[in-house]
């Protein structure tokens, strides 16, 4: 048996350090200690109140000290400079308040080897899956966001993006209920300073776990070049499992560069005709262009009905190439998820499209998903990794 990991808590919220004790104290393998009680620890829990410039600094000391092998850092606070700063000494993990279960769960037991995670699924990093509409209002934005955080749900990813394409018109913080400060049109302008740890601090949180790139609201990201997207989706890769994009119809430089560097492309379509002519002429492009190869190239009917005038099979001979998935007709858990700024999974979690986006994004990674894991090592029914962590480890500070 390995000893016990000691965690001390540095933490003046009661009912924080409360939740803490609790959870810490339930693991087998940790001991929770309070401040005062030890001198050195493994992990240091420390919260960021009201005095930062001096907590940082004590963070700065007790690593040159080498008392303290992790800090994790927690705030009630959402002020950017914290993080910014937590960056910059180089901890691993933040956690904002309330601190969520599954997240300390998943750096508690990342800090104890993780290894049972990584041992079952392969390692992937930075793949890219570009959802474009064949036209427009037929459910591309229903699709990307839910199967952006259905990955999530899937075992051994650990990370997802998620970029909204749309320039001016763009959804996905609506459908998210999110009010992000930055957007890749603020991201292009800083183009020379982009680096992970500048890419990390724009990004928004969403509580499923993903990270969303919203698209400009104005004119700010219309200079946007194919260069500067493929540098940004560079970064992205480095950080991300998976990075999801809503393509929405736009098919020009910039998108034709995104096309070019996907790893998927799924066309989102109905089984109507314009919209299967819409799919045919995309094909067709795309074969001329000569990317992406054909193989990334998925066809996905929304909002399919069995009952419907046109089947599968006749869109299927039509389009001369297989349908890879249709999403049931579900008008009234789509509307109800995007009315309440939630995802599918949050207002209908056992919903039959809930599960079969959950589904197409196993299918299409190769990832089981994560409910039919094994007990994780803390002996409990394991689930960690629905919420990614936000990881600080490998960013590096210029
Ligand atoms: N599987 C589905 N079944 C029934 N209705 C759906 C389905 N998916 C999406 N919808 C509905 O379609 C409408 C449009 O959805 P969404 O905004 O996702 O489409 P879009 O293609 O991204 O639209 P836009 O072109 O405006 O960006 C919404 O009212 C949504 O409820
Ligand atoms: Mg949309």
Redesign the pocket.
């Known amino acids: 048996m390995t000893d016990k990991t000691v965690v001390v808590l540095n933490v003046k919220a009661q009912k924080v350090k409360e939740g803490l004790i609790d959870i810490i104290s339930s693991l087998e393998d940790f001991r929770v200690l309070h401040a005062d009680e030890s001198p050195s620890c493994d992990i240091l829990i420390m919260e960021i109140g009201d005095d930062p410039k001096k907590e940082f600094q004590l963070i700065q000391e007790l690593q040159s000290s080498g008392r303290v092998n992790e800090i994790f850092l927690t705030s009630s606070s959402t002020d950017p400079n914290i993080l910014i700063q937590a960056l910059r000494c180089g901890t691993k993990e933040f956690f904002s308040q309330p601190i969520n279960r599954e997240e300390l769960l998943q750096a508690l037991s990342k800090f104890r080897g993780g290894k049972e995670r990584a041992e079952e699924a392969p390692e992937e990093k930075g793949k890219i899956i570009n959802i474009i509409?064949s036209?427009?209002?037929?459910?591309?934005?229903?699709?990307?966001?839910n199967v952006a955080t259905s990955l999530l749900e899937l075992q051994g990813v650990r990370s997802v993006a998620l970029i909204d394409m749309?320039l001016l018109?763009g959804?996905v913080p609506l459908?998210l209920d999110i009010e992000p400060v930055f957007n890749w049109g603020e991201v292009a302008k800083n183009i020379s300073r982009l680096d992970s740890t500048y890419l990390m601090s724009v990004l928004s949180k969403h509580p499923s776990g993903i990270y969303v790139l919203p698209s400009p609201t104005g004119l700010d990201g219309v200079n946007t070049t194919p260069e500067v997207i493929e540098k940004l989706l560079d970064i992205m890769k480095a950080e991300f499992d998976f990075i999801v994009i809503?393509s929405?119809?736009s098919l020009d430089t910039v998108s034709l560069r995104i096309l070019e560097l996907s790893d998927s492309v799924l066309l989102?379509s109905i089984l109507s005709l314009p919209c299967l002519i819409n799919v045919k002429r995309l094909l067709d492009t795309f074969h001329r262009l000569g990317f992406p190869n054909e193989e990334r190239v998925k066809i996905i009917i929304?909002?399919?009905h069995k009952n419907s005038v046109i089947s599968k099979e006749e869109a299927e001979k039509g389009l001369g190439k297989k349908i890879f998935w249709h999403?049931?007709?579900?008008?009234q858990?789509?509307?109800t998820?995007?009315n309440r700024g939630k995802t599918l999974s949050e207002v209908a979690h056992k919903a039959e499209?809930t599960g079969n986006l959950r589904e197409m994004a196993s299918k299409l990674t190769g990832r089981l998903e994560r409910k039919k894991e094994k007990k994780g090592f803390f002996g409990l029914r394991s689930n960690l990794g629905q919420v990614k962590v936000l990881k600080l480890k490998d960013l590096e500070v210029s």
């Open positions: 509409g036209k427009g209002g037929i459910g591309t934005t229903t699709v990307a966001v749309n018109f959804e459908f809503d929405g119809q989102n929304n909002r399919y999403v049931p007709n579900d008008f858990t789509t509307i998820a995007i499209i």
